[in-house]
């Protein structure tokens, strides 16, 4: 569905995309993940057509966005953190507004049921609240039809119940064996949501692959975190040497976790030592992205993108 080779974007000086390479596979849900300014909305805007590249080869759907044809149009759908529409029509005449632009939409019924704005079909658009906006917004994106839906942070500014709500869209428009293409900030959401990620850096990718996958890359290992009351001896020299101990608590990262893990617990037994609170997980997508991302996203000083910028639909 998508193909993207060598693609670079410059902005006078600026590199914002530094030749990347990505393939989505129809049907597949990807998460475009990266710190503030590291090329997302850029990546994304240019394989909608709303951007021209510096260089490289995209294909989205067989078709090169730059050319913006109508046919290519017709077959993508594209959910913005906000959208413009008249407030004074109802959501089902603001859905048939947009349907009306497209060649073989979706039914109405079908929409507003895939959102979950059935009781709200009558209600005028000013009248909505925050988050059947949202909706509204996600309706509007798939009144085409689309073959393949880009999504912008969809659930920035969600409650926590609104969010899953989201995910549940998300997941049936998967259902129906769309192509979703997202950008988010949240790590869950692409941990639950996702089949494959990437992570964007400074306009390069850092990494690719299944959620789960990614947190098996060296860069994050196994944790083990415990604590010592004050009263216990030290840890032994060949435990401690694997160990950062900030008072009594004790963090190690383990490539092998299991022997040590042995050499640990036995030592704890032998010695009548409590390890308070041991603690033994993988790696979460989280984790690895703040180990790709963490000096990037430190030097970056600035608020989180929806404040400082939210990409809009004017029709
Ligand atoms: P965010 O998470 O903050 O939305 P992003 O990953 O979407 O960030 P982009 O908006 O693609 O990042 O920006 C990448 C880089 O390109 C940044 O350094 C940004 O300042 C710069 N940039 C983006 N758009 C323009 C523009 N129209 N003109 C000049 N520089 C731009």
């Known amino acids: 569905m ?18 990347i390479d990505l393939t989505v596979a129809r049907g597949e849900v990807f998460a475009l993940l990266g710190p503030n300014g590291a090329g997302k909305t850029t990546t994304v805007e240019i394989l909608e057509g709303h951007r021209e590249r510096s260089a490289g080869d ?16 017709a077959r993508i759908g594209i959910v913005l953190q906000e959208t413009s529409v008249d407030r004074y029509l109802t959501v089902a005449e603001a859905i048939d507004l947009f349907r009306s632009y497209y060649p073989s939409p979706l039914p109405r019924a ?103 996958n990614l947190a098996g890359r060296d860069v994050a290992r196994t944790r083990v975190r415990f604590e010592l009351s004050p009263d216990s001896p030290g840890l032994p020299p060949s435990l401690r040497e694997r160990a950062e101990i900030e008072g009594g ?38 984790d690895v992205y703040l180990e790709l991302t963490g ?6 000083d600035a608020p989180p993108a929806p404040e400082r910028r939210r990409r809009r639909r004017r029709r």
Not at 66 to 71: F, I, L, M, S
Not at 153 to 176: H, K, M, Q, S, Y
Not at 189 to 210: K, N, S, T
Not at 295 to 300: H, I, L, Q
């Open 295 to 300: 000096s990037a996203a430190a030097e970056d």
């Open 249 to 286: 608590r004790v963090t190690m990262q383990l490539d092998d976790p299991l022997p040590v893990l042995h050499e640990l617990t036995g030592w704890a037994l032998s010695q009548g030592v409590e390890l308070i609170g041991l603690h033994v997980a993988q790696p979460s997508l989280e």
């Open 110 to 212: 079908q929409v507003i049921d895939l959102v979950g704005l059935a009781d709200q079909a009558n209600t005028r658009v000013g009248k909505l609240s925050g988050g059947q906006m949202r909706r509204l917004d996600m309706a509007l994106g798939l009144a085409g039809d689309p073959e393949l839906l880009f999504l912008d942070e969809p659930t920035t500014g969600f409650d926590p119940a609104a969010r899953r709500n989201a995910w549940e869209v998300i997941r049936n428009l998967a259902g129906l064996g769309k192509t979703i293409f997202l950008t988010t900030h949240y790590m869950d959401e692409a941990q639950y949501l996702a089949d494959r990620v990437a992570i964007i850096v400074g306009g390069v990718i850092v990494a690719e692959g299944p959620p789960g």
């Open 2 to 19: 998508i193909e993207i080779r060598g693609l670079r974007k410059t902005y006078g000086e600026v590199e914002a995309v530094r030749g």
């Open 58 to 73: 995209v294909s989205v759907l067989g078709f090169d966005p730059g050319r913006g044809e109508r046919a290519f149009k």
